[in-house]
């Protein structure tokens, strides 16, 4: 664990600028043009999908994801990106790690993304210091992206902020009775939805033609989904969760 020794310019509109500021990872990903992806803990079906397609080609396009590791939005956002392309700020010392269902991610992060903390060493999870988290979080990137709140959520914070920071913030349209706080931010006009997730991605960059998909072309001439889950265990449950693939019988088809 070590200590930012330089300014970052994008914090500069908190509310007072942390006194110190503690890292595991790679610095480096503080220059990248940055967007947050927050949400509730148990966020639907449709929420999930749409959160992790969003995080992976924001991450195709140069992107850096920015989150904060709870279960849910966040852990979903942090894989699709790819643990190269995310910056996760913990609300706890980076002594810890939590929440502990998310250690292996977290671990992974350390390692080759980037995790932060405003907290010391010993500081354990508690109530007040989230707040902090996702001020910290929103004020880090140009963009607030919200895939799934119900109104009087901790995710509405990170809303306010954004709000006072002056931040664009973008919503997924849900149907009515899910979602209750970002539909509501929608019909007051304090958020943008996101309609189109190829033609939202591209007002940040260029995707970049993939000549090679190794395990989609493995799916084309073998449909096992147990030979799958062999030999590509996470990037079936990715395919699942972003609608590249469907299982039915024990047999993958591509959508």
Do not use: W
């Given at each position: 664990m070590r200590t930012v020794k330089e300014k970052i310019p994008e914090l500069e509109s908190m509310r007072k600028y942390p006194d110190e500021l503690y890292f595991k990872g790679n610095i480096e990903l503080l220059s990248r043009k940055k967007i947050s992806i927050v949400g509730s803990r148990k966020p639907n079906q449709y929420a999930r999908q749409l959160t992790h397609e969003i995080a992976s080609?924001?991450?195709?396009?140069?992107?850096?994801?920015?989150?904060?590791g709870a279960i849910g939005t966040d852990?979903?956002?942090?894989?699709?990106?790819?643990?190269?392309?995310?910056?996760?700020?913990?609300?706890?010392?980076?002594?810890?790690?939590?929440?502990?269902?998310?250690?292996n991610v977290i671990r992974e992060i350390?390692?080759?993304?980037?995790?932060?903390?405003q907290f010391r060493a010993g500081t354990p999870s508690q109530r007040y210091n989230f707040p902090l988290r996702n001020e910290l979080i929103v004020a880090l990137s140009e963009?607030?992206?919200?895939?799934?709140?119900?109104?009087?959520?901790?995710?509405?914070?990170?809303?306010?902020?954004?709000?006072?920071?002056?931040?664009?913030?973008?919503?997924?349209?849900?149907?009515?009775?899910?979602?209750?706080a970002t539909n509501k931010l929608l019909?007051?006009?304090m958020a943008?939805?996101?309609?189109?997730?190829?033609d939202f991605v591209?007002?940040?960059?260029?995707?970049?033609?993939?000549?090679?998909?190794?395990?989609?072309?493995?799916?084309?001439i073998n449909t096992s989904y147990e030979e799958a889950?062999?030999?590509?265990?996470?990037?079936?449950?990715?395919?699942?969760?972003?609608?590249?693939?469907?299982?039915?019988?024990?047999?993958?088809?591509?959508?």
């Open positions: 080609k924001l991450a195709q396009v140069g992107l850096c994801v920015v989150s904060g852990i979903i956002a942090h894989k699709a990106a790819g643990v190269k392309n995310t910056i996760m700020v913990a609300g706890t010392g980076l002594d810890k790690c939590y929440p502990a269902i998310n250690k350390e390692k080759d993304g980037l995790v932060l903390s963009v607030l992206i919200v895939m799934y709140a119900d109104e009087n959520s901790g995710t509405m914070r990170s809303v306010e902020y954004a709000q006072k920071m002056g931040k664009e913030i973008y919503v997924l349209a849900h149907r009515i009775g899910e979602s209750s019909e007051q006009g943008k939805a996101i309609y189109n997730v190829d591209k007002k940040f960059g260029t995707f970049l033609r993939n000549e090679s998909d190794e395990f989609l072309d493995f799916c084309k889950l062999k030999k590509f265990p996470s990037r079936v449950f990715e395919a699942e969760l972003s609608g590249e693939i469907q299982v039915i019988n024990a047999k993958i088809y591509l959508q």
